[in-house]
């Protein structure tokens, strides 16, 4: 069974500065998906990043921008330029891209992010 | 165009009672999800919907859960016979498809049992 592990209950940064979330995963399979999702107070999960697998250069958005060692299993996630705005639960997940059950997201258990001004 | 949502935002019943939360999926979402968030853990697949097909309802904790979704609109989760450990965050997803990547989703039903 595939599991994904974040190690940090919680974090903090300084607004302005750079943090990264650490996120690894376990899995026999070669084709998968990784996400971050963010989910704020209003408990919204909402989708900041997305990696295929079978992609070699990482993904970025914006500010936001994952570290993928796929050999490692490891899909970090970078914030550069923190706000206030940034202040919320991150969930690292994983999916599968084929086979049965290529619909179910696995999570971690989250990391709490605190921006200080 | 309009997001998931889910009703009721909360609800408070007492140990025993029948619950039913609901959720509307975006419009032209075929595939439907249901995850459970306990306190301070992430989420767990509870069910999942793909238009007429019959549903994987393998995350279903115990019989005392169940799920009904008319054909690619509304979904309704059951929970009889409430114990204090239902208490949780109920969250729905919809996608485009099952395989779909992007799964989008509502702002969840905090069920309190107590």
């Known amino acids: 069974a595939q599991t994904v592990t974040q190690s940090q209950p919680e974090m903090s940064v300084q607004e302005a500065e750079t943090v990264t979330l650490s996120c690894t995963y376990d899995t026999s399979e070669s084709d998968y998906y990784l996400f971050w999702y963010k989910q704020p107070p209003s408990r919204q999960m909402i989708l900041v990043i997305r990696q295929e697998a079978y992609k070699q250069q990482n993904a970025t958005e914006n500010r936001f921008s994952v570290n993928f060692q796929k050999a490692a299993k490891s899909f970090s996630l970078k914030i550069s330029d923190s706000q206030l705005g940034d202040a919320a639960m991150y969930f690292c997940?994983?999916?599968?891209?084929?086979?049965?059950?290529?619909?179910?997201?696995?999570f971690g258990k989250g990391t709490l992010l605190t921006v200080n001004p | 165009g309009a997001g998931v949502s889910q009703s009721p935002s909360n609800k408070v019943t007492e140990k025993g009672k029948d619950v039913e939360l609901r959720c509307d999926p975006i419009s032209g979402h075929t595939a439907l999800y249901w995850y459970r968030q306990r306190l301070g853990q992430g989420l767990e697949f509870l069910i999942y919907?793909?238009?007429?097909?019959?549903?994987?309802k393998s995350g279903l904790p115990s019989d005392r859960f169940s799920a009904e979704r008319t054909g690619e609109s509304v979904s309704t989760l059951t929970i009889q016979r409430t114990q204090q450990e239902d208490s949780a965050v109920y969250l729905c997803?919809?996608?485009?498809?099952?395989?779909?990547?992007?799964?989008?989703f509502g702002p969840g039903t905090r069920l309190t049992v107590l």
């Open positions: 997803a919809s996608s485009l498809e099952g395989w779909a990547p992007a799964q989008y």
């Open positions: 919907f793909q238009g007429n097909s019959a549903p994987d």
């Open positions: 997940a994983y999916r599968l891209n084929s086979g049965g059950s290529n619909y179910k997201l696995t």
